[in-house]
């Protein structure tokens, strides 16, 4: 299932915003729809955002705009995802715009076929897992980080069985990742996000395995609620994975020292279309967490799975 499509020199988005109710597209006829479509998450997902920011350089170039504007524009849509700028300055830097959008498209599709043949050794015959958010398809161009992990598996005839949190206050877990493994026949469970660390307490959980935003030296940023599980994982010694690419990864920073993003206050206090709180009720609403590599078992790429105690070294290879 692919996110997006490039035809007719527009870029044509699957709208997540109208998942599982609807299946529509969004189109962006020039960068500023793509920003808007980044913006609302009519796209999301670190992978997927990277490949749209990626069009959304070409657009600006089709149109003649000034391309380094258009960057700067483009990187202010959603801070805390690390691929959308590394997708934006290898297209700024390029010869040929759409060759590279092109050519970030199909690496991301086998980037991600890759992390899952990794991921899928770390899964047994009957293990649950627990997932977080949505690192699908839905999340990257096609086939997915952590849930392709878990397609992998599947696909490999192994027995399993999936848990997704339902990852407050979008519902990415229950409205995308859910309807995902429901596509493929995955079997599948959702969960309030509170639940899942009785969940692990209870030894209902063998492995937990999610996406991320950015994977620094000392950890990884993710949606929020991702820090809790690590927590519950930890305690109740559940293996706790990260399945990332290595455009994820950002040499330069600590994970505490990413701007986190503090979104809209309606996501908080509206549900469904409801007030669920108090008029004039003050709201904090971080989109994202912050996991310290101790917690983490090891980040699964499209070069292999990582042991977070071998970070320093990996990332000063990756410097080479």
Known sequence: MKTMKWK?????????????????????ENYKDVIV??????????PAIGVAAAFGMVLGDLAGENLDQVAEEIKTSRPTAVNLFWAVDRVLESENPLEEALTMYEEDIETN??????????????????????????ACVDYGTALGVIRSAYNEKKDIDVICDETRPLGQGA??????????????????????????????????????????????VNKIGSLMIALAAKRFNVLFYVAAPLSTFDHDISIYDTEIEERGSEEVTRYGGSRICPERTEVRNPAFDIVPKDLITGIITEKGIIDPEK??????????
Not at 8 to 28: A, G, H, R, V, W
Not at 184 to 199: H, Q, T
């Open 113 to 138: 076929l890759a992390i899952g043949k990794n991921g899928a050794e770390i899964i047994s015959d009957g293990d649950t897992i627990l997932t977080h958010c949505n690192a699908g398809a839905l």
């Open 37 to 46: 479509a980044i913006k609302t998450m009519v796209v999301r997902g670190a």
């Open 175 to 220: 409205r995308l990742s859910v309807w995902e493994m429901q596509q493929e026949n995955i079997p599948v469970k959702l969960i309030p996000d509170v639940a899942a660390g009785y969940l692990m307490q209870k030894e209902e959980v063998d492995k937990v395995v999610i996406g991320a935003d950015r994977v620094a030296k000392d950890g990884i």
């Open 311 to 320: 970070f320093d070294e990996f990332f000063e290879k990756l410097k080479e």
């Open 8 to 28: 007719n020199n527009k870029l044509i988005l699957i709208d997540q915003t109208k998942l599982p109710d609807e299946l529509s597209y969004f189109t962006c």
